[in-house]
């Protein structure tokens, strides 16, 4: 095994995020500091914890109120404080991950996630086949209901003959183009042909689920670039680890918005329902970390690649991971600056445009790649290619089956059709400073 050591620096504000979400009962402002508030430290000083108890089940309830009213400084009772460059008041606080000894740290899972799509955009892209499993299988998905009721009222469960011809008629589509997606039905609910007659109602019952779950609708894609299993995914030659910690005072509580579209121009997103924007703490830029990427070079052997078939293009765009990684960089900053140049937010225009420049200049063996929370659904995913496999009307489609891009407060979608028409934005000074996530990857040594 090869392992590489890299030191990662944090370009733009990073939130690799516990879940959990702090409110007004979990901590207090002053002075241009956000307190989390340690209730054993509270209790500690001779609080009656029934009295806290009622105080806390009222409706008016602050920690900053009642800890004036006790006359006890915010600083004496925190778990930790933060910078905070306003009162965060109703609005909640995103934790971020911290290790036992509360230092922040980025975890290998969300370091090989952000490569792992790299991975599968580069493979994508090389691949007109793989492109064109993809659009058969979302096809698949838009029309599973039509076609399994086609299907049952024909009693066609268990006769590939009359399935094609179902399928032309539901798709209208000739027969050559029928064939390849009875093909991908086949592969994607993993059944033969030749067995159909036995194994019927188990095609029966996987048609009638398929596509119902948007969380797992891009697992079969995944699958057919990458590997049917786990044990014969591509990214099982990759294992990255977790950084090493870094000091607190490396973290602070930033304002995040979220901009959406309104005629051409991005503005912050206010709805009859509240404004849309978060509080997180954030890894500031220029935080740098160091972590490890082993790279299991048994997997790229004779021996295993009659098993796992990664030799070719999956063993090149993971030896030349640096490159890999570049590619897709390269593809989502030029496709975000143009975005962010048409409707006028210029600081992320020219954020875009720095990031551009240093791509070019990178030495040998380095990347940029975008983790953590709030970096949107061009950046996580190969959405762009999805877009290009399909027409207009058939990811319009989509959209709708799958509620991309949908308000999650009023369940509705942007009414122009734009997506992805809204993005998050990081804030400094009071003003839109930095798209999220975003870091640079230097390889300092192999061990």
Not at 156 to 181: S, W
Not at 239 to 268: F, I, K, M, N, Q
Not at 352 to 379: K, P, R, T, V
Request: net charge neutral; hydrophobic share 40%.
């Amino acid at each position: 095994m090869g392992r590489m050591q890299y030191t990662l620096t944090c370009l733009s504000p990073v939130h690799v995020g516990t879940g959990r979400q702090f409110s007004k009962f979990d901590g207090v402002y002053r002075d241009r500091r956000w307190y989390v508030v340690d209730l054993d430290a509270v209790l500690a000083r001779g609080v009656d914890a029934h009295a806290l108890a009622r105080a806390m089940n009222g409706r008016t309830f602050t920690w900053s109120a009642w800890l004036n009213e006790q006359r006890i400084a915010p600083s004496e009772v925190a778990a930790y404080d933060l910078p905070c460059p306003q009162d965060p008041g109703d609005t909640p606080v995103r934790e971020a991950l911290k290790d036992a000894y509360g230092q922040p740290y980025l975890p290998g899972s969300s370091i090989k996630g952000a490569i792992r799509t790299a991975v599968l955009w580069q493979l994508m892209n090389g691949d007109a086949q793989g492109r064109q499993f993809a659009a058969h299988y979302l096809l698949l998905c838009l029309k599973a209901p039509e076609l399994f009721t086609a299907l049952r009222e024909r009693r066609a469960f268990d006769r590939p003959e009359e399935q094609l011809a179902v399928i032309a008629k539901v798709f209208g589509v000739e027969e050559h183009d029928a064939v390849a997606l009875q093909r991908t039905l086949y592969r994607i609910l993993n059944v033969e042909e030749r067995r159909l007659s036995d194994t019927w109602r188990a095609f029966q019952q996987k048609l009638e689920r398929l596509g119902h779950s948007r969380e797992w609708l891009a697992q079969p894609v995944e699958r057919a670039i990458l590997g049917p299993n786990p044990n014969h995914d591509l990214l099982r030659a990759l294992r990255v680890g977790d950084s090493h910690p870094t000091e607190r005072d490396r973290l602070a509580v930033g304002l995040v918005w979220t901009y959406t579209r309104r005629g051409s121009r991005l503005v912050e997103k206010r709805e009859e329902d509240g404004e849309y924007k978060t509080f997180v703490e954030w890894l500031v830029p220029e935080t740098t970390l160091a972590f490890d990427i082993t790279t299991d070079d048994f997997l790229f052997t004779e021996r295993a690649n009659r098993e796992l078939h990664f030799r070719g293009a999956k063993e090149h765009v993971i030896r030349r991971l640096a490159e890999t990684c570049r590619a897709y960089a390269r593809a989502v900053i030029m496709a975000e600056k143009a975005f962010f140049q048409e409707h006028g937010l210029r600081p992320i225009t020219d954020f875009y445009a720095e990031l551009e420049a240093m791509l070019d200049s990178l030495a040998e063996g380095a990347f940029l790649i975008n983790i953590g929370w709030g970096g949107g659904w061009e950046i996580k995913t190969v959405g762009d290619l999805v877009r290009q496999s399909l027409s207009q009307r058939e990811f319009a489609r989509l959209r709708a089956r799958y509620r991309l891009g949908e308000n999650p407060k009023t369940h509705r979608l942007d009414a122009e059709g734009h997506f992805p028409h809204t993005r998050r934005i990081a804030y400094e000074g009071g003003a839109p400073m930095w798209p999220l996530g975003w870091v640079k990857v230097e390889p300092q040594n192999s061990v």
